[in-house]
């Protein structure tokens, strides 16, 4: 029997005392079995362009960090208790992913993972190599963590636990450390549902079961950068910041424990951003207010452009002044153009002019190709 550094009881306990929901171990050899899916995946045109290039990196720890001998997945639980009768509060709200309601989970699970890496090293009394990431690192978070034994991946392609369903981050760390492994979880676990998350989903970027065309995830586009295309803009109501359409409607999410991390609590401002107080915030003031929010990253020019089309959305006659005004001065023009979409969404007959006064004077064909309709008939020849 092989002797390990570390035993499947020490690493369950350090854990539990660093508050991590669920915590597991894998080998560090390579996720062979995903080496074809990544392959097709790429080849089909479903990724989103988040992805690590480099295939061999994503199957193979040793191919980026040769000391490589274990893996230690570890996942937090972020809807936590105060999730219950979080309401909208007053005035034009947008709607943000719950992962985005507190803070910055990289910055929690990185900590943990730090603090982890300090306690392993206490444990085999000398210094160890580490490397850990939290959605950022070469490998499939998801295959770790389901090999880890830590739960299996749903025909929504997110990790379902046991007990806190899919509402969980996920990080992990490879070191050089023989660490007794978990049993993987079995797979699948979705036989009784009958493709709930594939229905529901607003742009059918669940393609079929266990398989995602990520280039159509709403959580997907409310990041990308230039221009939404026209086709999704509708599909996202109100969401300014990712999506939980399939999480929602999972059946394995319906009764789970509460996380408890309290850097997870929603803050309403994260939650639920005032539409018009947005249009308005330097990228200064969106980094001062919003900096410490999984949603920041991207800046504010992105999150100014989803509150735009949540504005268009809602048919919010209230935002007509700022939107001009944003037509007219914006220096932007994915902001120039989106708004021009807005306006049409809002009163086409009334703002028909203001738009073509626009297209006009634009020099981005991008920008300007928002702003045709308002120099084409009905029947979209020119006027």
Same mark, same amino acid.
């Given at each position: ?19 991590i ?6 080998t560090?050899?390579?996720?062979e079995e995903?080496?074809?899916?990544l ?13 690590h ?24 639980a ?5 999730y ?5 509060p007053?005035g ?25 890496a ?11 190599h580490?490397h ?24 929504n ?30 797979l ?10 594939l229905?529901?989903?607003p ?7 266990f ?7 709403l959580?997907y586009?409310?990041?990308m ?15 300014l ?13 319906? %009764?789970?424990s509460?996380g408890? =991390?309290?850097? $997870?609590?929603? &803050?309403?401002?994260? *939650?639920?951003?005032?539409? /018009?107080?947005?249009?308005e ?8 207010e ?11 020019k992105i999150m ?13 006659k ?31 007959? %009334?703002?028909?002019?203001a738009? =073509?006064?626009? $297209?006009e004077? &634009?020099?981005?064909? *991008?920008?300007k190709r928002? /702003? ?11 006027a």
């Open positions: 029997m092989k002797r390990y550094e570390i035993d499947r009881e020490t690493i369950e306990r350090i854990g539990e005392e660093l508050s929901d669920g915590i597991g171990v894998t560090a050899e390579p996720f995903l080496r074809a899916h392959i097709h995946y790429r080849e089909a045109g479903h990724e989103s362009g988040f992805e290039p480099v295939l061999e990196e994503r199957v193979d720890p040793r191919a980026f960090f040769p000391e490589a001998r274990s893996i230690v997945a570890i996942a937090m972020y809807r936590t208790e105060r219950i009768g979080q309401k909208k007053e034009l709200r947008g709607q943000m992913s719950v992962y985005a309601w507190g803070m910055d989970y990289h910055l929690v699970l990185k900590q943990k993972l730090t603090l982890l300090a306690r392993l090293e206490a444990e085999v009394g000398r210094k160890i580490v850990h990431s939290v959605d950022t690192g070469p490998l499939v978070d998801r295959a770790v963590a389901q090999r880890a034994g830590i739960g299996w991946v749903g025909k392609c997110s990790l379902i636990t046991d007990k806190h369903g899919s509402w969980v981050f996920l990080g992990q760390l490879i070191c050089d450390v023989d660490i007794e492994p978990n049993e993987p979880t079995p699948p676990q979705c036989a009784d549902c009958p493709d709930l998350c229905k529901a989903c742009t059918k970027a669940l393609v079929q079961p398989q995602t065309d990520s280039s159509k995830c959580s586009i409310t990041q950068k230039g221009m939404i295309p026209e086709e999704y803009r509708p599909k996202l109501g109100r969401r910041w990712g999506c939980d359409t399939c999480q929602v409607v999972c059946p394995k999410n319906r %009764e789970v509460f408890t =991390a309290i850097e $997870f609590d929603p &803050e309403p401002e994260y *939650a639920f951003p005032d539409l /018009m107080r947005l249009l915030l330097s990228n200064r003031q969106f980094r001062k919003f900096g410490a929010s999984a949603a920041a990253w991207r800046g504010v100014q452009r989803n509150a735009i089309i949540a504005l268009g959305n809602m048919r919010e209230a935002a007509v002044p700022k939107l001009l005004q944003l037509l007219r001065q914006d220096e932007r023009p994915e902001i120039r153009g989106t708004t021009a979409w807005a306006l049409k969404m809002i009163d086409r007959a %009334e703002h028909r002019q738009v =073509a006064d626009a $297209f004077r &634009e020099q981005d064909e *991008a920008a928002e /702003m045709a309709w308002a120099v084409e008939s009905e029947g979209g020849e020119p």
